[in-house]
Nanobody, 119 residues
Framework: VQLQASGGGLVQAGGSLRLSCAAS????????MAWYRQTPGRQRDLVAT???????NYTDSVKGRFTISRDNAKNTVDLQMNSLKPEDTAVYYC??????????????WGQGTQVTVSS
């Protein structure tokens, strides 16, 4: 399974970016999908999740500013980021939990895309 993320870049504080991630290489059910972010020297932190049925969850710092969405038919997950702040600067990673043929599931990661918010 491959996850290809895109959409990062440089934006001024208060601006917007939209990240996209496409999963390929599997015909099995993708359960939850998510976006994480990581800054140098720190652990990778969860930003937002979306279940297959569309239920979402956000870390407190992005509530009201970020929106996660997915297209089950296309195996894609997006993250719309509005009112960006310098503290949102990080490498953003998409994540997918993919059903395994013998039961259970496995986690996959995208390659990361840099988001830089200037003050």
């Amino acid at each position: 399974v491959q996850l290809q993320a895109s959409g990062g870049g440089l934006v001024q504080a208060g601006g917007s970016l939209r990240l996209s991630c496409a999963a390929s290489g599997t015909t099995y059910r993708i359960n939850s999908m998510a976006w994480y972010r990581q800054t140098p020297g720190r652990q990778r932190d969860l930003v937002a999740t979306v279940t297959r049925s569309g239920s979402t969850n956000y870390t407190d710092s992005v509530k009201g500013r970020f929106t996660i969405s997915r297209d089950n038919a296309k195996n894609t997950v997006d993250l719309q980021m509005n009112s960006l702040k310098p503290e949102d600067t990080a490498v953003y990673y998409c994540n997918a939990d993919v059903q395994r043929p013998g039961g259970g599931s496995r986690n996959y990661w995208g390659q990361g895309t840099q988001v830089t918010v200037s003050s």
